[in-house]
């Protein structure tokens, strides 16, 4: 944590925990799904996203923690154009990719939770509970633990007792996890107001995990992939407005897809029990659909492939159009020197019967490699080409 941070003393959000005494109905839920998107959202845009990138140097390469990096590779990909970098430089899109690296921030390490800031002896309890129950069904393994939290929180007087810990804890996780990227964008610590903000989204978040883990329905989070191929389900928050020539003349060639370049929200669903009758079955409601930003992409998947993993593109030193040409010398170097070698080992065994001076029959193999260097020299400045391209992206959408 910063040193700075410790200094910082939010004060704890007032949320109903008196309205989890009984079972918030699914519309509750959805509204509190919506209001905590929207205030991860605003949090974003009145912060990390209200600056536009001044440095050259490339966003990604920035000494980020391995869960920021892990999380970004399962919620975004590049367009067509391959261009890792927009995604940061992208105001819209670096918003964007931080919403769903916050929620799915927020999804392991609060909802995830069987109750959020539990103590350790009822937190064990419901661990060996659930694994004693891995095989029974899913609705009874969730009303047990919801008997068994309700049982628990009536003792606590409704508030587990590390609650607001565990709140603390993961707002602290959450700036260090977006430090080196907001230190690079001139917002080096949040303000007082900024990190208030921030704790107030990870206690609703927290009351949410409560809301859920003291009902007997199953709830259910679900990342839409990135590149997967974009669904009437999915809910469009943004799109890539004006594909690099390039890559979309590309693309015109064969037939284009709309596919999933971020994901910002998850689908979240609920699932009850449901009897009719004789019969028995399952009602689902969506509490929230999957949020997207789209892009024009290749028909087929093989079409569509990522040739530059986030890891590549991260690890890489050089500009993509030059690795091409350093492969090429590298490759001249090697074969040159594999040339050099068994000219002087061919000397050694041979050259006893040859009529050549000492000087001449030292110098020969060293003549030959430079003779084979300038070879490849000539055909790598004749055949390799090394393209600049400018390409600007329209980025202008509207968050709702």
């Excluded at 927009?86 to 899109?93: A, D, F, I, V």
């Excluded at 060293?366 to 600007?392: D, G, T, Y």
Aim: glycine letters at 6%; a positive charge.
């Amino acid at each position: 944590m910063p040193r700075q941070l410790k200094t910082f003393q939010p004060s704890q959000r007032k949320l109903p925990f008196s309205e989890l005494q009984g079972d918030i109905p699914d519309e509750g839920h959805q509204e509190a799904f919506e209001l905590l998107y929207s205030e991860i959202n605003k949090f974003l845009k009145d912060g990390i996203c209200r600056k536009a990138a001044s440095s050259k140097k490339s966003l990604w390469k920035l000494k980020h923690p391995k869960e920021f990096l892990s999380f970004a590779r399962m919620v975004a990909r590049p367009g067509a154009d391959g261009e890792w970098e927009k995604l940061l430089r992208s105001r819209p899109y670096r918003c964007a990719l931080l919403s769903g690296v916050m929620m799915m921030m927020l999804e392991k390490h609060v909802f995830s939770d069987l109750l959020f800031g539990a103590g350790p002896e009822h937190a064990e309890l419901l661990r060996m509970e659930d694994n004693s129950m891995i095989n029974v069904e899913g609705f009874r393994r969730t009303a047990l633990r919801a008997d068994t939290n309700r049982v628990y929180l009536e003792a606590t007087g409704g508030v587990p007792p590390l609650f607001w810990k565990r709140v603390d804890k993961i707002t602290a996780q959450i700036v260090t996890l977006l430090s080196p990227l907001s230190a690079a964008l001139g917002e080096d610590v949040p303000s007082p107001s900024s990190y208030q903000a921030l704790h107030d989204i990870v206690a609703l978040a927290g009351w949410l995990n409560l809301a859920i883990r003291l009902s007997p329905k199953i709830t259910v989070f679900e990342w839409v992939q990135p590149g997967e191929t974009y669904q009437h389900s999915h809910l469009c928050v943004g799109e890539e407005k004006t594909p690099s020539s390039a890559s979309y003349d590309k693309i015109q060639d064969h037939r284009s897809r709309t596919r999933v370049m971020i994901s910002t929200a998850p689908k979240i669903s609920r699932h009850a029990h449901a009897v009719k009758g004789y019969f028995t079955g399952t009602a689902t409601y969506e509490v929230m659909q999957p949020h997207v930003v789209t892009y024009t992409g290749g028909y087929t998947d093989w079409d569509d492939k990522l040739e530059v993993p986030l890891q590549n593109h991260i690890s890489s030193r050089f500009p993509l159009s030059s690795i091409g040409l350093l492969s090429l010398v590298i490759n001249a170097v090697r074969l040159v020197a594999l040339l050099s070698l068994v000219g002087v080992l061919g000397l050694m065994v041979f050259g006893a019967g040859l009529s050549l001076p000492g000087r001449d029959l030292i110098l020969l193999p060293i003549r030959l490699s430079f003779r084979s260097l300038k070879w490849w020299l000539n055909m790598i400045l004749r055949h390799s080409e090394v393209n600049a391209q400018f390409k600007v992206v329209n980025t202008s959408w509207s968050w709702k």
